[in-house]
């Protein structure tokens, strides 16, 4: 497993795409808490979650004390988070935000909802339209489940791969859901801010080169 940072009070992994953070409902399946407790031979607290189809930085306390202190600065929105993500169709304006209030509509999807939703608000960046790709940094400023996809959606750029919430004939030619949690900051048990980052997977890296070369 590809550890980011290690302390006496927490653990930062990449994860790969494809693996749950937690035991799903089916327990035979394996997750990334149930891999990482069996190599390390200690017990982890869980602090965050992202979905399962989307890899990069995720969070762990290795005690309960650590685990109240890190939680409690989610709870509270003070840990600044940034995705990088591939979505469909240039983007403009290049940098905004999409201010969108969600619910959840049955069977896990999530929608917008002006009426009944949660506030949620996600401020992005693109970093460069190429062709029918569009390679966006984003920072999810709430965090309503499946926020960032839901948002992208919204505004008629689902992000490639998912086959939730993008066409599914289109989402269907792609290996995996191009969302990657790349970059963290937060406060350790001392008060220290600490900026985690966890590296491009070769999937994000192979497509912008193929773009660049104009096979896009």
């Known amino acids: 497993m590809n550890i980011i940072y290690e302390d006496d009070a927490l653990l930062a992994v990449n994860k790969p795409e494809g693996i749950s953070v937690i035991p799903e409902r089916d327990l035979e399946r394996d997750s ?6 069996a190599e390390r031979k200690e017990k982890l607290f ?17 005690h309960p004390p650590a685990h109240r202190h890190f939680c409690l600065q989610f709870e ?9 993500a591939v979505a469909h169709g240039a983007i403009e304006p290049l940098k ?11 069977s896990g999807r999530m ?19 190429h062709g029918s790709y569009a390679f966006v940094r984003i920072s999810p400023l709430t965090g309503r489940r499946h926020q ?4 992208f959606y919204s505004i008629g750029h689902s992000l490639v791969g998912d086959r939730m919430y993008g066409d599914k004939t289109t989402q269907s030619c792609y290996a ?9 900051t ?13 590296p491009l997977p070769p999937s994000f890296v192979e497509l912008e080169k193929r773009c660049k070369e104009g096979a896009c």
């Open 46 to 62: 869980v602090i965050h979650r992202i979905d399962k189809d989307v890899s990069g930085l995720i969070l762990f306390a290795k």
């Open 76 to 84: 509270r929105r003070k840990v600044d988070k940034v995705y990088s």
């Open 148 to 151: 960032i996809r839901v948002h």
């Open 176 to 184: 995996r859901l191009m969302l990657h949690s790349l970059e963290m």
């Open 186 to 198: 937060i406060r350790l048990p001392n008060d220290k801010p600490v900026t985690l980052s966890a």
């Open 111 to 129: 929608g917008v909802d002006v009426v009944k939703g949660k506030a949620c608000r996600t401020a992005y960046s693109v970093l460069e339209n």
């Open 96 to 106: 905004g935000f999409i201010d969108k209030p969600l619910r959840e509509f049955g």
């Open 32 to 37: 990334l808490l149930k891999q990482l407790e």
